[in-house]
């Protein structure tokens, strides 16, 4: 039997990040193919996308959420490595206990904060939580709180924004029990009732089992239904179609998306209400012999796009007005634009490499 990975190992443990159209979380495996995490993580998408960690992507499927304790499973599209955490056994959790939180905040890479319990069973609307005092931030939502035996005795859910060091997680008493019902699940995706906990698997307004008004708890419908998409995302999930992208796979937040088109990573994002704003990072300059490169980057035979530097690092840049995505007519031209920057930034990131001897980009994905 393989030894357990210390704690400071963190890139061995099972823990990605998720990322759907409003924002991005973390998540830790409960096996080879199932992903827990936070239901504010996840809702109210059904489809969401966990980045592995060689920054490849793959699809999940939102299959039991919990709302009311703030938990989900995902069920991703294949097995995927990654050492599946212990959940704790031992109840005798006390103040001043050493906790370890792992996740990525605010975006970051996979990142360890450490701290202490300050409570074990701390009384908040009408829930007990964990409370502790190691650094919580946005983005380590649905990750895992372990003790020092490495085993997960909460999943991280918030911070107080308005105190310092007050951060809360769901108990691994109440994290088992979720898994458990999960597994002997046989419906393909239910919501638990807030008040008795049963599982609700088609959209309603009262608990089929307790008669719970659920309106008056939670938006029950919105776990059941698509969320409603603006006019600008459909277009731009609709030309990364058309590009072959995966747009699901591509959500990064509200108005932004990330992929990689070959080796470099696109980025497209909404920087203000009047542009859409398209990046990609490609190859980083040498150190000599770079006018026959500046030449290249100056001609004009790369309009509509343009290069500039950030560091030493070539980025291809393209901005569209929005109001010329909703011109008549204009929707398809600019989709064809769209397919053309995700194909040229494959393509020019390979001949800044292989003509102008750039270096590869830090951004990019690693040569196979």
């Known amino acids: 039997m393989q030894a357990p990975h210390p704690i400071d190992d963190i890139e061995k443990f099972g823990i990605y990040q998720v990322y759907t159209g409003l924002g991005t979380g973390s998540g830790f495996l409960i096996d080879a193919k199932h992903l827990l995490t936070n239901c504010h993580v996840t809702a109210p998408y059904r489809d969401v996308a966990v980045e592995l960690r060689d920054r490849s992507r793959i699809s999940g499927r939102v299959r039991r959420l919990h709302p009311y304790r703030d938990l989900a499973i995902v069920e991703l599209e294949r097995a995927v490595e990654g050492e599946v955490l212990v959940l704790s056994e031992n109840a005798q959790l006390r103040p001043k206990q050493p906790v370890h939180i792992l996740g990525f905040p605010v975006g970051l890479p996979l990142s360890l904060t450490e701290g202490v319990i300050s409570h074990p069973r701390q009384l908040l609307d009408e829930q007990y939580f964990l409370q502790t005092d190691a650094a919580i931030n946005p983005g380590n939502s649905g990750g895992p709180m372990l003790d020092d035996a490495r085993e997960v005795i909460a999943v991280t859910t918030c911070k107080l924004t308005q105190a310092d060091a007050v951060g809360f997680g769901i108990p691994v008493a109440d994290v088992r029990l979720f898994i458990e019902e999960f597994r002997a699940q046989t419906h393909e995706f239910g919501v638990q009732c807030p008040?008795?906990?049963?599982?609700?698997?088609?959209?309603?307004?009262?608990?089929?089992?307790?008669?719970?008004?659920?309106?008056?708890?939670?938006?029950?419908?919105?776990?059941?239904?698509?969320?409603?998409?603006?006019?600008?995302?459909?277009?731009?999930?609709?030309?990364?179609?058309?590009?072959?992208?995966?747009?699901?796979?591509?959500?990064?937040?509200?108005?932004n998306w990330s992929f990689h088109s070959g080796a470099p990573l696109v980025k497209v994002w909404c920087c203000c209400s009047e542009h859409l704003n398209f990046s990609s990072p490609l190859a980083q300059t040498p150190t000599?012999?770079?006018?026959?490169?500046?030449?290249?980057?100056?001609?004009?035979?790369?309009?509509?796009?343009?290069?500039?530097?950030?560091?030493?690092?070539?980025?291809?840049?393209?901005?569209?007005?929005?109001?010329?995505?909703?011109?008549?007519?204009?929707d398809a031209e600019l989709s064809a634009r769209v397919r053309h920057f995700v194909e040229k930034a494959a393509v020019t990131d390979q001949l800044l490499i292989q003509t102008y001897a750039c270096l590869p980009g830090p951004e990019s994905l690693p040569a196979i």
């Open 195 to 255: 008040a008795c906990s049963d599982l609700i698997v088609t959209a309603t307004r009262y608990c089929p089992s307790c008669g719970t008004d659920l309106e008056s708890r939670h938006d029950f419908d919105e776990y059941f239904t698509a969320p409603e998409t603006d006019p600008l995302v459909n277009f731009v999930e609709s030309a990364l179609k058309a590009a072959e992208i995966n747009p699901i796979l591509a959500r990064h937040g509200s108005h």
């Open 288 to 330: 000599r012999s770079l006018e026959g490169l500046f030449r290249y980057l100056l001609s004009a035979e790369h309009a509509p796009f343009a290069f500039d530097l950030n560091g030493s690092t070539v980025r291809m840049n393209h901005v569209v007005h929005i109001s010329d995505i909703f011109a008549a007519g204009d």
